[in-house]
């Protein structure tokens, strides 16, 4: 007698499946706060019949990632954090281009990725150059709580 327990025919058809257990809850409730965010201030779901501009929705979760980046937790007249309003921002942006209510107002395209390699070799030659410089100045420690 056998101390496996056989595998259940579900589980191997449900392997090939996107496995949405990957995305995390805490991010998930984030992204819905920030929708219910949008769907309290402009009604659900408002965006696809009259679409979305690319560049506002792109300026808008910048803006908000650079608050956060720069030690802003949440929009201080809604109290939503904002990391929350970039989650919505992005889920939006996607949202749009999946339905193809995107309108594509981006600039030209601009060789961004051979620029972005071309710099990382000259970043490892000032590595080089500079191996011991000093440490970087940051707030040092680990971001583990929501703020009251």
Known sequence: MSDTKPTNPKDRAASHRLDLSLFPATAR??????????????????????????????????????????GEYADPKTGVPHLASALAGIAIIIDAQVCGVLKD??????????????????????HDLFPAGPARHTNVGVINELPK
Not at 36 to 58: H, I, Q, W
Not at 113 to 126: C, H, Q, S, T
């Open 29 to 70: 409730a984030f992204g819905a706060l920030g929708m219910t965010e949008g769907d309290c201030k402009y009604g659900g779901f408002n965006y696809r019949p009259s679409g979305v501009l690319a560049s506002v929705y792109y300026a808008s979760t910048n803006r908000h990632l650079d608050a956060w980046f720069n």
């Open 105 to 126: 107002d981006r600039p030209p395209q601009a060789p961004v990725g051979p620029l972005i390699r071309d710099f990382e070799a000259k970043v490892k030659a000032l």
